[in-house]
T-cell receptor
Framework: AQSVTQLGSHVSVSEGALVLLRCNYS??????LFWYVQYPNQGLQLLLK??????LVKGINGFEAEFKKSETSFHLTKPSAHMSDAAEYFC????????????FGTGTRLKVLA | DAGVIQSPRHEVTEMGQEVTLRCKPI?????LFWYRQTMMRGLELLIY????????DSGMPEDRFSAKMPNASFSTLKIQPSEPRDSAVYFC????????????FGDGTRLSIL
């Protein structure tokens, strides 16, 4: 069964510093991976998705993620954090057979310090 | 384009009352998902539909919960009778078929059962 694991339920960075949010997947077949962001009192919004066309995926708001098959990872990064990046981030994988449901990680809450 | 529309945005009611949450998915989407989000349990998939047919309702907590999708543009999630432990944010999401298709979330209904 497919699954994703997000390491670190809370991450704090200083404004202007590198953001690194970790996601590891478990899949016996090529996965379809997504990163979502949730701002307070809002639904989840798609940041980016991996579709096997390229291992480095660029998303909105300056975020990007790199698919590394050897490490079964899909970590989310942003070179320079902004106060507006404070939110909760979810990694997700979509099942590729049978159900097509999404499996979400437990989320990482990003705090940006002034 | 109109996104996923949920109503009401907020609902406060007393224990024992019937609660109905509504969702209008994005036009043309084949899948519709209902989630519940709480601090303790995170994001939980309750049920999802494909072409208006329920596919997996194993996440529905108990018989007090029911969901319907009478047509492609409308779904309801009903709780009867409601209990304080049902207090949560309920999200509806929709997507096209295909493993690389992302979900699109509504802004959620914040439900408080007194």
């Amino acid at each position: 069964a497919q699954s994703v694991t997000q390491l670190g339920s809370h991450v704090s960075v200083s404004e202007g510093a590198l953001v690194l949010l970790r996601c590891n997947y478990s899949s016996s077949v090529p996965p379809y991976l997504f990163w979502y962001v949730q701002y307070p009192n809002q639904g989840l919004q798609l940041l980016l998705k991996y579709t096997s066309a390229a291992t480095l995926v660029k998303g909105i708001n300056g975020f990007e993620a790199e698919f590394k098959k050897s490490e079964t990872s899909f970590h989310l990064t942003k070179p320079s954090a902004h106060m507006s990046d404070a939110a909760e981030y979810f990694c997700a994988v979509r099942a590729t057979s049978g159900t097509y449901k999404y499996i979400f990680g437990t989320g990482t809450r990003l705090k940006v310090l002034a | 384009d109109a996104g996923v529309i949920q109503s009401p945005r907020h609902e406060v009611t007393e224990m024992g009352q019937e609660v109905t949450l509504r969702c209008k998915p994005i036009s043309g989407h084949d899948y519709l998902f209902w989630y519940r989000q709480t601090m303790m349990r995170g994001l939980e998939l309750l049920i999802y539909f494909n072409n208006n047919v329920p596919i997996d309702d194993s996440g529905m907590p108990e018989d007090r919960f029911s969901a319907k999708m009478p047509n492609a543009s409308f779904s309801t999630l009903k709780i009867q009778p409601s209990e304080p432990r049902d207090s949560a944010v309920y999200f509806c999401a929709s997507s096209y078929v295909g493993p690389n298709q992302p979900q699109h979330f509504g802004d959620g209904t914040r439900l408080s059962i007194l």
